[in-house]
T-cell receptor
Framework: KQEVTQIPAALSVPEGENLVLNCSFTDSAIYNLQWFRQDPGKGLTSLLLIQSSQREQTSGRLNASLDKSSGRSTLYIAASQPGDSATYLCAVKTGANNLFFGTGTRLTVIP | GAGVSQTPSNKVTEKGKYVELRCDPISGHTALYWYRQSLGQGPEFLIYFQGTGAADDSGLPNDRFFAVRPEGSVSTLKIQRTERGDSAVYLC??????????????FGPGTRLTVL
């Protein structure tokens, strides 16, 4: 069964810093990998999707990379802002149709 | 256009009662998913619909849980004889197609179920 791990579980940074969130998965046979953002008491917002044939995707200050062979992905956030404070979830889609999620990294950006 | 909507946003019930949770997917999305998220955890898959049929219900924890999507749009997750361990946020997601690597799942805000 696919297992997804996210490190660190929580992270606090001062505003303006660049940061990296890590995600690892045990089965490299994936269709895609998605990064989501979840605000307290809210649903999930999709940030970036990387297809299995791709190495990275960028959206604004966010950049996600994928190394399928080693089972790793990183989410890079540039010039962090207090509004970036949220929980960031990594999820992989396997041959089945559902997503396997990590437990998330809770990010706090301190003004 | 509207995103995925879920009702109610909060549901408090007593142990042993029956509950129904509703999901309205994005119009035109043929695939619909239910997940359950316990406190401090990532969402866990429950069931997947392609059109009206449940294509994969392997994530349903036991036979107290059942879901339907009779017209291929709105879906209802039904829980019989609720237990305190069923307390969680139930998330619904939809996507345009299935089985492609470019398929993005769009999530609703969830229903927070509390079983007393």
């Amino acid at each position: 069964k696919q297992e997804v791990t996210q490190i660190p579980a929580a992270l606090s940074v001062p505003e303006g810093e660049n940061l990296v969130l890590n995600c690892s998965f045990t089965d490299s046979a994936i269709y895609n990998l998605q990064w989501f953002r979840q605000d307290p008491g809210k649903g999930l917002t999709s940030l970036l999707l990387i297809q299995s044939s791709q190495r990275e995707q960028t959206s604004g200050r966010l950049n996600a990379s994928l190394d399928k062979s080693s089972g790793r992905s990183t989410l890079y956030i540039a010039a962090s802002q207090p509004g970036d404070s949220a929980t960031y979830l990594c999820a992989v889609k396997t041959g089945a149709n559902n997503l396997f999620f990590g437990t998330g990294t809770r990010l706090t950006v301190i003004p | 256009g509207a995103g995925v909507s879920q009702t109610p946003s909060n549901k408090v019930t007593e142990k042993g009662k029956y509950v129904e949770l509703r999901c309205d997917p994005i119009s035109g999305h043929t695939a619909l998913y239910w997940y359950r998220q316990s406190l401090g955890q990532g969402p866990e898959f429950l069931i997947y619909f392609q059109g009206t049929g449940a294509a994969d219900d392997s994530g349903l924890p036991n036979d107290r849980f059942f879901a339907v999507r009779p017209e291929g749009s709105v879906s209802t997750l039904k829980i019989q004889r609720t237990e305190r361990g069923d307390s969680a946020v139930y998330l619904c997601a939809s996507s345009l197609t299935r089985g492609t690597s470019a398929d993005t799942q769009y999530f609703g805000p969830g229903t927070r179920l509390t079983v007393l």
